[in-house]
């Protein structure tokens, strides 16, 4: 495409965005539709089981329900912040167990108001082709599509993040210093917000100030059980923190923290990822107001990833607002750019095909009701349902740093009374793909293969999703 074209596709999108026909909500809300027809679809995935989807569910949506429920407004718990539970709780008020779906639905608003307040961001920062760019490599990012439909805090915190930098950018400091806030009580990794806002109030320094404590007024505001549980409250968000640093299972033959987070941004954003790194270098060298509370908050964030050992893909969230608004700053790259958002878009259609599938967990769930007594002890590995009638001993996830389950062994089992053990391959693959690293659990594992009957096997495939199940009965 010649400079000449793509110079006349820039000024006929900012036409058609102010056109009196459409206004500038008329693409934003294509876009949205389009975004929540993506998430929508595969939203009751692994139901009703709160940890087939993703396992950090369990953590937030029974908790939301116990604050409606009698229990009182203080969650107990910190390992994240508590205003995702707040924001779901009222939701929860008339079900009569913790309802997933309730949770995944409030989640996909949260998306979409991710999405609307990228829009916003790219808008302010460089213009309407921007907020188009930015509001579309949001909506199609793989990674922000897969959590939006999850009840956990990764998405929430995009909100907050974009929120937070678009007021930033339209030097509006305190309301940027609540939004901060706000932003870190959905996860802790909000903290990062205050370089940027430093940048926006440099030299400002009452506002500056002001903004600031605002942010920590809301920050308590949003988790004031925080100030309750004080000694808790530290030991547990700074327990999470070093799992993060320490690493996780899976993760043990990854490439170096920079390497890996690069490709996990690739993976959300494809070929598209090149232009936000290109509007990242013009933001450094131009050094614009703008372009630096955008730049130094990718920096920042993204040095802090580098000390991680645990390379969760939904980590690098927070980057795509920024990120995908950098990009749009290049009006003349503007179709370039959404050409290659159809990349992303492709594969996040893909990933969306899988959850209208069953899962092969749940297939398992059933099988096991049905073939065996109710009562009967049995050992599960982390990632499996429920057993309603049975008795389970949950075995620990296995990680770096972290001690040996004595329970896996399987003369342990037979003397604790365990008659069966139900394993799956999200839990079995990564150990044996690092069994230099789990020598003991891959014995585990190999024992029961050679001393143990397989008495039921699942695997993917047809309409099933999911990782291999494995119901093996233990040698008296």
């Given at each position: 495409m010649t400079a000449r074209r793509r110079s006349s596709f820039t000024r006929a999108v900012d036409r058609w965005a102010e056109s009196q026909w459409g206004g500038r909500g008329t693409a934003l809300l294509g876009i949205l539709a389009g975004a929540a027809a993506l998430r929508f679809v595969g939203v009751q995935y692994g139901l009703p089981f709160g940890n087939l989807l993703n396992p950090d569910e369990q953590s937030i949506v029974p908790r939301a329900w116990k604050l409606v429920h009698g229990g009182g407004g203080d969650p107990h718990w910190f390992d994240y912040p508590s205003l995702l539970m707040y924001v779901n709780a009222p939701f929860q008020w008339w079900q009569d167990e913790p309802s997933y779906l309730t949770a995944r639905i409030v989640g996909v608003v949260l998306g979409l108001a991710a999405i609307a307040a990228t829009w916003w961001l790219g808008r302010r920062a460089f213009g309407t082709s921007a907020g188009v760019v930015a509001a579309t490599a949001t909506a199609v990012c793989t990674i922000h599509v897969a959590y939006s439909r999850a009840a956990v805090t990764d998405?929430?915190?995009?909100?907050?993040?974009?929120?937070?930098?678009?007021?930033?950018?339209?030097?509006?400091?305190?309301?940027?210093?609540?939004?901060?806030?706000?932003?870190?009580?959905?996860?802790?990794?909000?903290?990062?917000?205050?370089?940027?806002?430093?940048?926006?109030?440099?030299?400002?320094?009452?506002?500056l100030a002001a903004s600031i404590a605002l942010a920590v007024m809301a920050f308590f505001a949003s988790s004031p059980f925080i100030l309750v549980h004080r000694h808790q409250a530290w030991h547990e968000a700074f327990r999470v923190q070093r799992l993060a640093r320490e690493g996780w299972l899976g993760f043990e033959h990854d490439h170096i923290a920079l390497i890996a987070f690069v490709d996990r941004l690739w993976q959300g954003l494809g070929p598209a990822l090149i232009?936000?790194?290109?509007?990242?270098?013009?933001?450094?060298?131009?050094?614009?107001?703008?372009?630096?509370?955008?730049?130094?908050?990718?920096?920042?964030?993204?040095?802090?990833?580098?000390?991680?050992?645990?390379?969760?893909?939904?980590?690098?969230?927070?980057?795509?607002?920024?990120?995908?608004?950098?990009?749009?700053?290049?009006?003349?790259?503007?179709?370039?750019?959404?050409?290659?958002?159809?990349?992303?878009?492709?594969?996040?259609?893909?990933?969306?095909?899988?959850l209208t599938r069953t899962d092969t967990r749940v297939i398992a769930q059933r099988w096991v009701e049905r073939h065996i007594s109710p009562g009967t002890q049995i050992a599960a590995d982390p990632s499996t349902p429920s057993f309603e009638g049975l008795r389970v001993l949950a075995l620990r996830l296995p990680g770096p740093k972290r001690a040996f389950d004595e329970n896996r062994s399987i003369v342990r089992l037979r003397r604790l009374g365990v008659e069966d053990v139900v394993v799956t391959g999200a839990v079995t693959d990564r150990v044996l793909d690092a069994r230099?690293?789990?020598?003991?659990?891959?014995?585990?594992?190999?024992?029961?293969?050679?001393?143990?009957?397989?008495?039921?096997?699942?695997?993917?495939?047809?309409?099933?999703?999911?990782?291999?199940?494995?119901?093996?009965?233990?040698p008296a």
């Amino acid at each position: 495409m010649t400079a000449r074209r793509r110079s006349s596709f820039t000024r006929a999108v900012d036409r058609w965005a102010e056109s009196q026909w459409g206004g500038r909500g008329t693409a934003l809300l294509g876009i949205l539709a389009g975004a929540a027809a993506l998430r929508f679809v595969g939203v009751q995935y692994g139901l009703p089981f709160g940890n087939l989807l993703n396992p950090d569910e369990q953590s937030i949506v029974p908790r939301a329900w116990k604050l409606v429920h009698g229990g009182g407004g203080d969650p107990h718990w910190f390992d994240y912040p508590s205003l995702l539970m707040y924001v779901n709780a009222p939701f929860q008020w008339w079900q009569d167990e913790p309802s997933y779906l309730t949770a995944r639905i409030v989640g996909v608003v949260l998306g979409l108001a991710a999405i609307a307040a990228t829009w916003w961001l790219g808008r302010r920062a460089f213009g309407t082709s921007a907020g188009v760019v930015a509001a579309t490599a949001t909506a199609v990012c793989t990674i922000h599509v897969a959590y939006s439909r999850a009840a956990v805090t990764d998405v929430p915190l995009t909100l907050g993040v974009a929120l937070a930098l678009a007021l930033m950018v339209k030097g509006r400091l305190e309301l940027a210093g609540l939004a901060v806030g706000l932003a870190m009580g959905f996860k802790y990794p909000g903290i990062f917000l205050l370089v940027p806002l430093v940048v926006a109030g440099w030299k400002q320094w009452p506002r500056l100030a002001a903004s600031i404590a605002l942010a920590v007024m809301a920050f308590f505001a949003s988790s004031p059980f925080i100030l309750v549980h004080r000694h808790q409250a530290w030991h547990e968000a700074f327990r999470v923190q070093r799992l993060a640093r320490e690493g996780w299972l899976g993760f043990e033959h990854d490439h170096i923290a920079l390497i890996a987070f690069v490709d996990r941004l690739w993976q959300g954003l494809g070929p598209a990822l090149i232009v936000c790194v290109i509007g990242l270098v013009v933001a450094l060298v131009r050094r614009t107001k703008v372009d630096l509370i955008l730049a130094l908050f990718v920096l920042a964030y993204f040095i802090d990833l580098m000390t991680l050992q645990a390379h969760f893909d939904r980590y690098v969230l927070p980057l795509v607002p920024p990120l995908g608004a950098l990009a749009g700053r290049m009006r003349s790259l503007a179709p370039v750019t959404l050409l290659l958002l159809i990349v992303p878009l492709t594969w996040s259609v893909r990933d969306t095909k899988e959850l209208t599938r069953t899962d092969t967990r749940v297939i398992a769930q059933r099988w096991v009701e049905r073939h065996i007594s109710p009562g009967t002890q049995i050992a599960a590995d982390p990632s499996t349902p429920s057993f309603e009638g049975l008795r389970v001993l949950a075995l620990r996830l296995p990680g770096p740093k972290r001690a040996f389950d004595e329970n896996r062994s399987i003369v342990r089992l037979r003397r604790l009374g365990v008659e069966d053990v139900v394993v799956t391959g999200a839990v079995t693959d990564r150990v044996l793909d690092a069994r230099s690293d789990y020598p003991r659990e891959a014995r585990f594992y190999d024992q029961l293969g050679a001393r143990a009957k397989r008495i039921y096997y699942l695997q993917p495939g047809d309409d099933r999703a999911g990782p291999w199940v494995a119901v093996y009965r233990l040698p008296a």
